[in-house]
């Protein structure tokens, strides 16, 4: 089994930074992708970001130039740095990770409980 713990979400005003992280735990074999996702009031969950575990990244539109999203794979963990916040970037975050899990041959999806991002004007 597979656990993600995300922490650093909170208040903040438009123009601010935040820094979301997300470590998983318990009986891993390997991590491919990692990724936040987000999902406002009344909204579909959306893609923010994703890296694969070579580095390579990917964006959604309405954030690339302001956040930035890493990993340290020896924590197994990620992070998404948020800076230039804006209003519309309040929702609930989602990590995600696809791990293979230590007595299985193929990939799983987890999520993380989800962190609440409120930006004020």
């Known amino acids: 089994q597979v656990q993600l713990v995300e922490s650093g979400g909170g208040l903040v005003q438009a123009g601010g930074s935040l820094r979301l992280s997300c470590a998983a735990s318990?009986?891993?074999?390997?991590?491919?992708?990692m990724g936040w996702y987000r999902q406002a009031p009344g909204k579909q969950r959306e893609l923010v970001a994703a890296i694969t575990s070579g580095g390579s990244t990917n964006y959604a539109d309405s954030v690339k130039g302001r956040f930035t999203i890493s990993r340290d794979n020896a924590k197994n963990t990620v992070y998404l740095q948020m800076n230039s916040l804006k209003p519309e970037d309040t929702a609930v975050y989602y990590c995600?990770?696809?791990?293979?899990?230590?007595?299985?041959?193929?990939?799983?999806?987890?999520w993380g409980q989800g962190t609440q991002v409120t930006v004020s004007s």
């Open positions: 318990g009986s891993i074999f390997s991590i491919n992708a």
């Open positions: 995600n990770v696809r791990a293979v899990p230590l007595i299985a041959t193929m990939e799983y999806d987890y």
